[in-house]
């Protein structure tokens, strides 16, 4: 049998002569009638990309990029549902000649309706447009540019947020806007053959170059010379790029969830967590692994590696279609306390203390225990268009077959954690028993985080590189060439 690190070696070799297909004009037209089968009658008016803010910067939305496969900023879709008829027109901007010369001609009407399917009219037209297919009464549904769903509360800057204002106030009575974000984010959580095809793409390409880094990591290099390798290494392969901004933390950068200054010299001793992903034709993928830059594991480094691991395969073992997201985070949780207090890192499983967060302990029990403090973020996310892609598996709902998501454990140990602590009874009693332990694992930070999707009988395993600790260390022997 091959093991991880022989197939990451071949998979380099092979993964840019291996092309996915791009989204057929049949899919996206599909996936705009399932749509239009969720809404009995009404509107939907999406709203792409503006222009970039940045050089070099350009990136669709993901939820119109879905339903049009349109990429050019600064179009808006309008889906018309009435009397059982369903017509959709994409609305595409001009570009000023000038500002052609630096950022491309844009392809003409005529390319983009043969490209799309889709009727296809100037942007000046969408108001006029919307107003004469608009009736008393027929509700109106959004999608609308803001880049996050965090901000979506408060958007009201946005081309499509003044668009929607507009409109409502120009409407003699009350016009009914209801979010589409919701059902395109329904649609979005299964993934077609194609997508899967495209997000398998990504994640090799991204297992290959992170194994690579992996294996040169070593005392002395700076942390940023294992970005370029990583980031170079997606774009020999193809990938449009870092799916996002890659996270390369060494020694106590490795306890930071979101550290991306990648601008540290690692040093004998040291762990470094690679947290990265390519994005391919749009898709993202999200891997991370956390190594030993001596090429071997401390005992204390072992354990808790171990442990995140063995969390990690709790959750993959929990994980089938019709499982609830509650158990397969509590599955993790549980692995992880026991660990915790075997290593007298915490009193006891379940153990509370009083956090500096402002959530409460009746709201939400798990955010105070003492385990939480140690990994304060969620077990996964689905991938696909976003690297956070829908469904959210924070909340509630089950596993359905189709779905590609991500299992990412950790533990990540620093005094800083009880320094930051309030100053409360409970407090004092647990940082009196823990903290010299917690000293003796000090800037110990390990996640591994993989790629799965589920099938009818469980789930698959993508993003099958070196993860055991014996494999961990088997790679430095390898690229030294010892026997």
Known sequence: MRTPIASAILLLSLVKSLPAQDISRAEYAARRDSLAARIDSGLVIAFGAPDPTGIHEASQLPAFRYLTGFLEPNAAFVLVKRGGR???????????????????????????????????????????????????????????????????????????????????AQQRTPLQIRDAHPIVDSLRARK????????????????????????????????????????????????????????????????????????????????????????????????????PVSGKFTPEQRAV???????????????????PFGAWRDSARVVLGRGLTKLGLVESADATFDPPWSAGCQANPVMCTQAFLYMAHGLGHGIGLEVHDPPRYGGTGTFEV??????????????????????????????????????????????????????????????????????????????????
């Open 86 to 168: 369903v017509t959709g027109t994409l609305f595409t901007a001009s570009r000023d000649p000038r500002r052609a010369l630096y950022d491309g001609f844009p392809p003409d009407s005529a390319a983009v309706a043969r490209a799309t399917g889709l009727a296809v009219r100037s942007l000046p037209a969408l108001g006029p447009y919307v107003d004469s297919v608009l009736q008393p009464g027929l509700p109106v549904y959004d999608l609308r540019d803001f880049a996050s769903s965090d901000a979506a509360r408060q958007d009201s800057l946005t081309r499509g947020a003044r668009f929607m204002a507009d409109l409502a």
């Open 192 to 291: 077609s053959p194609a997508e899967l095809a495209l997000l398998r793409k990504a994640i090799d390409i991204t297992v290959a170059s992170q194994t690579q880094a992996m294996r040169s990591a070593k005392p002395g290099m700076w942390e940023y010379e294992l970005e370029a390798q990583v980031e170079g290494g997606f774009r020999r392969a193809g990938a449009d790029g870092p799916s996002f901004g890659s996270i390369v933390g060494s020694g106590p950068n490795s306890t930071q969830y979101h550290y991306t200054q990648n601008n540290r010299r690692m040093a004998a001793g040291d762990l470094v967590l690679m947290d990265v992903g390519a994005a391919y034709r749009g898709y993202a993928a999200d891997v991370t692994r956390t190594v």
């Open 305 to 323: 590696y171990q442990l995140v691991r063995d969390a990690q395969a709790a959750a993959e073992r929990a994980v089938k279609s019709g499982a």
């Open 402 to 483: 189709g779905q590609v998501f991500t299992i990412e454990p950790g533990v990540y140990i620093s005094t800083r954690l009880l320094d930051m602590l309030p100053d409360t009874p409970k407090n004092r009693v647990m940082i009196a028993k823990v903290r010299k332990t917690v000293e003796r694992y000090q800037n110990t930070g390990v996640r591994i985080e993989d790629d799965y999707v589920v099938t009818t009988s469980g789930i698959e395993w993508l993003s099958r590189g070196p993860r055991e600790v014996a494999e961990i260390e088997a790679l430095r022997v390898v690229s030294s060439g010892a026997r």
